[in-house]
């Protein structure tokens, strides 16, 4: 049961124009969501979070969007930049607990120079 | 550098032989995690520690796995009998539960397993 899905497993977009990376999650107890960025040989590094008691997160060129109602968040880059390739997993956690991460399966972000 | 450090980053074994990964978390980092990657998946949560004591158990962590965390500072994550079906990056992540609620976890680098 996945319960945070990526559905595209890649993306190729031109650089200086805007990424839009996507990402659906089932258990509507989460209340934390993170985005990672992975490169080879190297573990995930945070990147950006939100809380779900806002529907945007802004940090320079990154910016997260949650929709609860469709329990939908999305990472937009805008500008794309070539050192931003890499392979980017959503995240969802619970507010109690041990707050875990629930991954999606990633996606690869091509930025084209 | 002060960040999350695992040793070793490669291990190459033969199947049935006996595997131990470290992982040493950020210094002040009471929250420590174990997470498994295979290809073309994200990280899957195993294991959980709040100081040294280890709170919650994946279903994926058979009876074959086990992890310590003694005096609460670095951790081990042991596998018995290596299975070929564990190959795998075995990730170690920590965070700190000074804020309320919501804290990042700081991702080492891996332990990249091949069972032969």
């Known amino acids: 049961d996945q319960q945070v899905k990526q559905n595209s497993p890649s993306l190729s977009v031109q650089e200086g124009r805007i990424s839009i990376l996507n990402c659906d999650y089932t258990n509507s107890m989460f209340d934390y969501f993170l985005w990672y960025k992975k490169y080879p040989a190297e573990g995930p590094t945070f990147l950006i979070s939100?809380?779900?008691?806002?529907d945007k997160n802004e940090d320079g060129r990154f910016t997260v969007f949650l929709n609860k109602s469709a329990k939908h968040l999305s990472l937009h880059i805008v500008p794309s930049q070539p050192g931003d390739s890499a392979v980017y997993f959503c995240a969802a956690s619970g507010s109690s607990g041990t707050y875990k991460y629930i991954f999606g399966t990633g996606t690869r972000l091509k930025v084209l120079a | 550098d002060t960040g999350v450090s695992q040793n070793p980053r490669h291990k190459i074994t033969k199947r049935g032989q006996n595997v131990t990964f470290r992982c040493d978390p950020i210094?002040?980092?009471?929250?420590l995690y174990w997470y498994r990657q295979t290809l073309g998946q994200g990280p899957e949560f195993l294991t959980y520690f709040q100081n040294e004591a280890q709170l919650e158990k994946s279903r994926l962590l058979s009876d074959r796995f086990s992890a310590e965390r003694p005096k609460g500072s670095f951790s081990t994550l042991e596998i018995q009998r290596t299975e070929q079906g564990d190959s795998a990056m075995y990730l170690c992540?920590?965070?700190?539960?000074?804020?309320?609620?919501?804290?990042?976890?700081?991702f080492g680098p891996g332990t990249r397993l091949t069972v032969l």
């Open positions: 210094s002040e980092h009471n929250r």
């Open positions: 939100i809380s779900s008691i806002k």
């Open positions: 992540a920590s965070s700190l539960t000074s804020r309320p609620l919501y804290n990042e976890q700081f």
